[in-house]
């Protein structure tokens, strides 16, 4: 058997291409350090962000009335429900005479929208930050970026419900999963209605500058993993017409070599099956001589059995 025998196939490109892609995502590329850095860096910054939120509403409302409303409630039921755990936070900074009131919701929930709104729900976030996680269940986090130019279809909307149901984002239910204890970790007591924006906690103007630098953390968290991702579609779709236009598994093979992949033809056999081998002349004959030999043997065992009965008869 010999390379210039073997010819390409869809499933042997899919699989030398997925070989490729995943060499690509592990590479030491600019775009994957950025993303790392970022990564770090949101971390550091989401702690320091709820440490700081953490003063503002323990200020507004101090531990100790909570606690006392809280045995309220326990000795008078519901009549006395006025506290709530909460994740998105409405801050407002002191104004100037002349200037209107400036208040920004501050959204520690996993699938946060960038502008902290209380009622949008948005995936990069999360995608971004537990791409790792996604990747190893079997998701995949980079949907949204690979079907950016897309309108909705099937494809992606199977791909985002699953790493939704992964998360625990998808349905309320999802309380025992990564959203779930991401909001516990990221919640506080306020006093007050359920609603948000129906409580505005006030804030030093320093205070309010550094929720706000926290969101760009957040962001820019999502830009590196959408610039990384993309480069590697830059490349995959390279990749994937010269896949295409290649007859032989020895071009694809070089190409990978080229690109620093190592890829054994004895590998692709092994695990793609007789597809990959079926155009070989010798291969080709030897399959269907042995459907002949099924043929013949099923011939004589009928041919048994009815003499059998022809004999069990006299």
């Known amino acids: 058997m010999t390379q210039s025998k073997l010819r390409l196939n869809t499933d042997i490109r899919k699989k030398i291409g997925n070989i490729i892609r995943s060499h690509f995502e592990h590479e030491n590329r600019i775009e994957l350090e950025n993303y ?15 440490a700081l939120a953490t003063r503002i509403v323990q200020r507004a409302y101090p531990v100790a009335d909570v606690e006392t409303l809280k045995a309220f409630k326990k000795k008078y039921g519901d009549a006395c ?25 501050f959204n520690f929930k996993l699938d946060a929208s960038l502008n902290g709104n ?17 990747k190893e269940a079997g998701c995949n986090p980079d949907i949204l970026i ?26 309320k239910e999802g309380e025992d999963k990564l959203a779930g ?31 706000e630098s926290w969101t ?11 610039q990384w991702i993309s480069s590697i579609e830059t490349d995959m779709k390279d990749v994937s017409l010269a896949l295409r236009d290649y ?13 620093g992949v190592s890829i054994e033809e004895t590998d692709l056999l092994r695990t793609a099956g007789v597809s990959l081998t079926v155009y070989q002349p010798e291969n080709l004959a030897s399959m269907i001589l042995s459907r002949r030999v099924k043929q013949d043997n099923r ?16």
């Open 36 to 50: 790392k850095l970022a990564k770090q860096d949101t971390i550091v910054a989401y702690d320091r962000a709820f």
């Open 81 to 105: 429900d006025v506290v709530a755990k909460d994740s998105c936070f409405y801050f407002a900074r002191p104004t100037d005479d002349d200037e209107k009131e400036v208040a920004k919701h």
């Open 118 to 134: 209380e009622y949008t729900d948005k995936d990069e976030f999360a995608f971004a930050f537990y791409r790792d996680e996604l």
């Open 146 to 171: 690979q079907h950016a130019d897309k309108a909705d279809n099937p494809t992606k909307i199977q791909a985002l419900d699953k790493c939704r149901d992964f998360l625990g984002t998808r349905y």
């Open 181 to 211: 204890q991401w909001k516990q970790k990221y919640s506080l007591d306020v006093i007050g209605t359920s609603y948000c924006r129906s409580r505005t906690i006030p804030c030093s103007h320093n205070e309010f500058e550094q929720m």
């Open 216 to 226: 760009l953390t957040r962001g820019n968290l999502i830009k590196c993993h959408e």
């Open 247 to 259: 007859k032989y598994v020895s071009d694809a093979i070089e190409l990978a070599s080229k690109l």
């Open 299 to 314: 011939t004589v065992i009928e041919a048994f059995k009815k003499a059998k009965q022809q004999a069990s008869v006299n």
